[in-house]
């Protein structure tokens, strides 16, 4: 946006377009600081914050304070080739860099993507897992406890007849 008012302003010399210049220059820093914080924990990323923040402000620097020209107007520096080849070598740098920060943010989500994508199956496995070593436990007790009971039973038969063994020879 500042590129395109600083167009529009070489092109009209409307102060309003200049207003928007500098508004568009302020966002994009705050952008930028913004980033910064999103990225705290990706040096390579913050290397390119960097270099987008340099490239940035040379390029406010240069439209505020453009290459005099003798005897002109603010409007005719702004329109010297001097400065026209320090604004657009720096956009050029700057979108440069601006590229390669968004293919490495693509990398990254794509990255995240898949390690959520494992995370989410792993715990699809814990949880199938977890839940087939429950049931297992579960049969085996319920398996202990029938057996006992069956021991139970055969020792109480055998005390019944020997109950009734007992009590036929009384």
């Known amino acids: 946006k500042a590129y395109n008012a600083w167009r529009a302003y070489l092109a009209a010399g409307d102060r309003q377009s200049l207003d928007d210049m500098h508004a568009a220059g302020a ?5 930028l600081e913004r980033l910064q ?7 390579p990323q913050q290397e390119r914050l960097k270099q987008m923040r340099q490239l940035a402000e040379a390029n406010i620097t240069a439209l505020n304070k453009p290459s005099p020209t003798p005897g002109g107007s603010f409007l005719e520096s702004m329109r010297s080739r001097e400065t026209q080849t320090a604004v657009l070598g720096n956009r050029t740098r700057f979108e440069s860099v601006v590229e390669a920060f968004r293919v490495e943010e693509s990398r990254l989500l794509v990255e995240r993507q898949t390690q959520s994508s494992q ?11 977890g839940n087939a ?12 406890l029938k057996q006992q009971n069956d021991l139970r039973g055969r020792i109480l038969g055998a005390l019944q007849e020997s ?3 007992v009590d036929s020879l009384i």
């Open 133 to 144: 070593i429950g049931f297992a436990i579960m049969f085996y007790a319920g398996w202990q």
């Open 27 to 31: 966002k994009m820093l705050a952008q």
């Open 37 to 43: 914080d999103l990225t705290a924990d990706n040096p």
């Open 119 to 129: 995370s989410v199956t792993v715990t699809i496995w814990v949880i199938f897992l």
């Open 163 to 165: 109950y009734a063994f």
